[in-house]
T-cell receptor, first 113, second 113 residues
Framework: AQSVTQLGSHVSVSEGALVLLRCNYS??????LFWYVQYPNQGLQLLLK??????LVKGINGFEAEFKKSETSFHLTKPSAHMSDAAEYFC???????????FGTGTSLTVIP | ETGVTQSPTHLIKTRGQQVTLRCSSQ?????VSWYQQALGQGPQFIFQ???????GRGNFPPRFSGLQFPNYSSELNVNALELDDSALYLC????????????FGPGTRLTVL
C-alpha cells in the first residue's frame, strides 16, 4: 500500500517569501502524485499533479512541484507567498493501476503580513 | 456545468443512529468516490462506485455502505454511528477512464454525540 508523509503540520512564511511544503511517498513503483489545497469549510481543489513525463509540474496560483524519484519526494513550492495562499495543503498518491488515493495528514500554511 | 454538490452541509446525530449523505456528481462524471476526513487529518478513502457497483474499498467496516444511481448521483450510508465517525465526508467525481482527475464536493460535516 501507498503511504504519504508530509513533513511539518504547520508552516509559517512572510508575505513575499518562498513557500516550501514537503511531501514524501512510500512505494516501490512511483505513483501518480498530487497536491490539493483546502480552504476553511470547503472541499479539496487540485493544485497540480504528476503522472508521467516532465518531473517539474506547474500548477495553478503560481505553485509548482518537482518529482524526484531518487528521493521519493514531491515537494510543493511557490516563489512568493501571498496572503490568499493561507490554507491547508494535502499531498496525495494514486497507484497508477489503482483507484484509491492516499493522502498525507496535511500542512497548514500561514502567511504573515 | 455544475460542480459536485453534497447534502446536507451539516448534520448532528447520536451514537447508534443511522445517517445518509448525498452527492451529485459533476455533469457527465460516472465514477464517485467517498472519503472521510477526521479533524486534523487527511481524507481517507472509503469506497468508489462505478456503474452502480462498488469498485474498490478502503479500510472501513461494512456498516459503511453506499449506492450509486443511474444518474450517477450517490449516497453514503453509515449504520450504528460511533463517536469516531464524526468527520467531514467528502465525495469526488470523475470519469471512469480518468480517475486521477477527481473533483471534490464541499463535504458534509457529521457530528456524532
Amino acid at each position: 500500500a501507498q503511504s504519504v508523509t508530509q513533513l511539518g503540520s504547520h508552516v509559517s512564511v512572510s508575505e513575499g517569501a518562498l513557500v516550501l511544503l514537503r511531501c514524501n511517498y512510500s512505494s516501490s513503483v512511483p505513483p501518480y502524485l498530487f497536491w490539493y489545497v483546502q480552504y476553511p469549510n470547503q472541499g479539496l481543489q487540485l493544485l497540480l499533479k504528476y503522472t508521467t513525463g516532465a518531473t517539474l509540474v506547474k500548477g495553478i496560483n503560481g505553485f509548482e512541484a518537482e518529482f524526484k524519484k531518487s528521493e521519493t519526494s514531491f515537494h510543493l513550492t511557490k516563489p512568493s507567498a501571498h496572503m490568499s495562499d493561507a490554507a491547508e495543503y494535502f499531498c496525495a498518491a494514486l497507484a497508477n493501476t489503482g483507484n484509491q488515493f492516499y493522502f498525507g495528514t496535511g500542512t497548514s500554511l500561514t502567511v504573515i503580513p | 456545468e455544475t460542480g459536485v454538490t453534497q447534502s446536507p452541509t451539516h448534520l448532528i446525530k447520536t451514537r447508534g443512529q443511522q445517517v445518509t449523505l448525498r452527492c451529485s456528481s459533476q455533469s457527465g462524471h460516472n465514477t464517485v468516490s467517498w472519503y472521510q476526513q477526521a479533524l486534523g487529518q487527511g481524507p481517507q478513502f472509503i469506497f468508489q462506485y462505478y456503474r452502480e457497483e462498488e469498485n474498490g474499498r478502503g479500510n472501513f467496516p461494512p456498516r459503511f455502505s453506499g449506492l450509486q444511481f443511474p444518474n450517477y448521483s450517490s449516497e453514503l450510508n453509515v449504520n450504528a454511528l460511533e463517536l469516531d465517525d464524526s468527520a467531514l465526508y467528502l465525495c469526488a467525481s470523475s470519469f471512469w477512464y480518468s480517475t486521477d482527475t477527481q473533483y471534490f464536493g464541499p463535504g458534509t460535516r457529521l457530528t456524532v454525540l
